[in-house]
């Protein structure tokens, strides 16, 4: 099960931080990524992190501007996102997978949760 909270509404240049909790998995060694999609265009890969000490993988949209790190004692992954700008605004879906490795692009996942609106708006 795959879990996100921590969206909601920021206006542009402001932050936001996204939560991410895995449950069912039997070891700390699986990847964590995070997606969004905007009213109709695509589904994008934004970032993926494996073990805690991977510094990640991110889009070229938002290199620079969002982190993830990993709080593996409560099984918690966030995503700090910052200097947001209008088009950042989707609904974010986190997701696992035991098997994948992280790499550019982001690649399929098998776990999803119900995603979170994130609106960048003034």
């Known amino acids: 099960q795959v879990v996100e909270s921590g969206g909601g509404l920021v206006q542009p240049g402001g932050s936001l931080r996204l939560s991410c909790v895995a449950s069912g998995f039997t070891s700390d060694y699986y990847a964590i990524a995070w997606f969004r999609q905007a009213p109709g265009k695509e589904r994008e890969g934004v970032s993926c992190?494996?073990?805690?000490?991977?510094?990640?993988y991110y889009a070229d949209s938002v290199k620079g501007r969002f982190a993830m790190s990993r709080d593996l004692g409560n099984k918690t992954v966030y995503l700090q996102m910052s200097e947001l700008k209008p088009e950042d605004t989707g609904v974010y879906h986190c997701?696992?997978?035991?098997?994948?490795?992280?790499?550019?692009?982001?690649?399929?996942?098998?776990?999803w949760g119900q995603g979170i609106q994130v609106t960048v708006s003034s």
């Open positions: 992190i494996r073990n805690r000490s991977d510094s990640g």
């Open positions: 997701a696992a997978d035991a098997w994948v490795k992280c790499h550019l692009p982001i690649p399929s996942f098998d776990l």
